[in-house]
């Protein structure tokens, strides 16, 4: 499974420092490291009452300000995506 996220130039610097000084420069350390940190916070996480402030709606459109197709596309655009993936795991 693979994660993307962004973070700052400066706290990408850092983590890579410490995740190859723990885990060393071969291959991994990075993966290592980020699952080591994102575990800590996920089982820090769970004892907090975490809820959603806001508009979800609002929330979803933020997301998708970016987007320059209309719901209809976008639905057969998805569509078309998962019949792909679908298909990709279907033996010839």
Same mark, same amino acid.
């Given at each position: ?26 291959k991994g ?20 009452? &975490?809820?959603? @402030?806001?508009?979800?709606?609002? =929330?979803?459109?933020? !997301?998708?300000?970016?987007? *320059?197709?209309?719901?209809?596309? &976008?639905?057969? @655009?998805?569509?078309?995506?998962? =019949?792909?993936?679908? !298909?990709?795991?279907?033996? *010839?």
């Open positions: 499974m693979s994660l993307r996220i962004q973070i700052s130039q400066e706290l990408e610097r850092r983590f890579r420092e410490l995740a190859m000084r723990r885990f060393g420069y071969g350390a990075l993966s290592k490291a980020a699952e080591e940190a994102i575990m800590k916070w996920v089982s820090t996480s769970e004892n907090e009452n &975490l809820r959603f @402030e806001g508009d979800p709606v609002e =929330a979803i459109d933020g !997301l998708l300000s970016d987007i *320059d197709i209309d719901s209809v596309e &976008l639905q057969h @655009e998805i569509k078309g995506i998962w =019949a792909l993936k679908v !298909l990709k795991n279907v033996p *010839d």
